[in-house]
């Protein structure tokens, strides 16, 4: 069974603080995804990471893929009220496995 | 552009009645469909997928069964719901590595 852990579960910071969310796993996959869900809604992609140590930007999110493809960080600068809400990550091999998410509040 | 469609957006039903979610999706032909359960807002459960026209995968033996009766159409249902049936159900179809999400249907059971 592939597994996909998140951390922190739960996160809250003020407004222009900077964070790091983590996803780790023992297996290795093709390539893995970053989603944001606001309430209410379905999960929004935000990026794909497919090559081993890859690093890609979006605005004040830059997402990283570890180098043996198993992990991946995203980190976000000056963070703001508008970045709240619930980040997935997923991985791809045969199928999407999703891990359980960091639930994010940025305070004003 | 791809678009994907459920209804009904929210939902309550008591226990023991019976439950039909539609999923439709437009702007691409035979997708793969998935049917994921939420509980809590948090991680998502893969319930049912399938490749084609009749073709079903289930993940989890539950109280549930899925359909697709067309192409561009997926449809999730029960004959007697339980109280733990409760959450929020999503539909997604795939393209390439990603999965793109339906707006969602929020089922309570009381």
């Known amino acids: 069974t592939q597994l996909l852990e998140q951390s922190p579960q739960f996160l809250s910071i003020q407004e222009g603080e900077n964070l790091t969310v983590y996803c780790n796993s023992s297996s290795v996959f093709s390539s893995l995804q970053w989603y944001r869900q606001e309430p209410g809604e379905g999960p929004v992609l935000l990026v794909t990471v497919v090559t081993g140590g890859e690093v890609k930007k979006l605005k004040r999110l830059t997402f990283q893929f570890g180098d043996a493809r198993k992990d991946s960080s995203l980190h976000i600068t000056a963070a703001q009220p508008g970045d709240t809400g619930l980040y997935l990550c997923a991985g791809s091999n045969y199928k999407l496995t999703f891990g359980k998410g960091t639930l994010l509040t940025v305070n004003p | 552009s791809q678009t994907i469609h459920q209804w009904p957006a929210t939902l309550v039903q008591p226990v023991g009645s019976p439950l039909s979610l539609e999923c439709t999706v437009e702007g691409t032909s035979n997708p793969n469909l998935y049917w994921y359960r939420q509980a809590a807002g948090r991680g998502l459960q893969l319930l049912f997928y399938s490749v084609g026209i009749g073709q079903i995968s289930s993940e989890v033996p539950q109280n549930l069964s899925a359909s697709r009766p067309q192409d561009r159409q997926f449809i999730l249902s029960s004959k007697k719901l339980l109280l733990s049936d409760s959450g929020f159900y999503l539909c997604?179809?795939?393209?390439?590595?990603?999965?793109?999400f339906g707006p969602g249907t929020r089922l309570t059971v009381l």
């Open positions: 997604a179809w795939r393209g390439g590595d990603t999965q793109y």
